[in-house]
């Protein structure tokens, strides 16, 4: 593959992510409580921050106070049921695609 065609497979993975988060948020607002609700609504929360790579765990971001700067460093990647679907979509097309 091309540098252009990585570079569009890696941006069409991350909105497959984050459209996947949106979506299965949104569905799971309007499902009662249960076990479909869980799948659309529980996430895999990864993240790195202060206590270094952590997964389900709340990771406060690393701070570094200057003089006149405030910097904050963290982050945090959250994947649920629909995104983790979306992103198997994506590849199971760009494999049938471009191989």
Known sequence: MRDKEIRFVIFSLLMA???GGFV???IGSYLPEGAVKTLFV??????IGQRGLAVNEIQEPVYINLYSISL???LLIKI???SLLLIILVIIYFKWWYL
């Open 72 to 74: 904050a460093f963290g």
């Open 24 to 26: 299965g948020e949104f």
């Open 80 to 82: 649920n049921f629909v």
């Open 42 to 47: 529980k996430s895999l929360d990864i993240g």
């Open 17 to 19: 992510a984050i459209i």
